[in-house]
């Protein structure tokens, strides 16, 4: 079985402040990660993947297999990250699993 | 349109009406996914989808019937709708494998009364 935890599910920040959304994650196989973003009244979209390490509108996120991690990070809050973020896990059956996710608002 | 469509956007039924969720992707996608998206629950997936004719339960399948007759198309029906199935539903399509990544429509907003 897979279990996906988003511990937070509102968070606040200053604008220009650093932000980081937890991700913790269970699984015996080896989980693909990514995080999506949801703004408002849209569709969910793909912010990232651990596979491919990259950083898309100053997000990043480090996958620690040690700890069960998937942290989301970026440095400098912006008002337009304001959003709903969710982490999701796809185990080795092509399935995803999504976490609660974390209404992100970021204040002017 | 390329892409992911749900239809209709929002949907009011009765209770104990059958109620049926249209989902039509365009890329062949051999995955195909329904969630259900709630406050304090996340998306929690319903059914999903390896291919053509193949189907299996997610988390939370009770109350609904899936069908997959076409690649293209993967319909979720609620058999008898409940209060309890009042939610944002998702339809999502994806390729196999490493690399993916899930794509999903705008979604479907139902309301039981």
């Known amino acids: 079985a897979q279990r996906v935890t988003q511990p937070e599910k509102l968070l606040s920040v200053f604008k220009g402040a650093p932000v980081e959304l937890k991700c913790n994650y269970s699984?015996?196989?080896?989980?693909?990660l990514f995080w999506y973003v949801q703004y408002s009244r849209q569709r969910l979209q793909l912010l990232l993947r651990?596979?491919s390490r990259e950083s898309i509108k100053g997000f990043t996120a480090d996958l620690n297999k040690g700890e069960t991690s998937f942290h989301l990070k970026k440095p400098f809050a912006q008002e337009e990250d304001s959003a709903m973020y969710y982490c999701a896990l796809m185990n080795t059956g092509n399935q995803f699993y999504f976490g609660t996710g974390t209404s992100l608002t970021v204040i002017p | 349109d390329a892409g992911i469509t749900q239809s209709p956007r929002y949907k009011i039924t009765e209770t104990g009406r059958q109620v049926t969720l249209m989902c039509h992707q365009t890329w062949s996608h051999s995955y195909m996914f329904w969630y259900r998206q709630d406050l304090g629950h996340g998306l929690r997936l319903i059914y999903y989808s390896a291919a053509a004719d193949i189907t299996d339960k997610g988390e939370v399948p009770d109350g609904y019937v899936v069908s997959r007759s076409k690649t293209e198309n993967f319909p979720l029906t609620l058999e008898s709708a409940t209060r309890s199935q009042t939610s944002v539903y998702f339809c999502?399509?994806?390729?196999?494998?490493?690399?993916?990544?899930?794509?999903f429509g705008q979604g479907t907003r139902l309301t039981v009364v």
């Open positions: 699984y015996s196989g080896s989980p693909e």
């Open positions: 999502a399509s994806s390729f196999q494998g490493a690399g993916t990544e899930a794509f």
């Open positions: 651990h596979i």
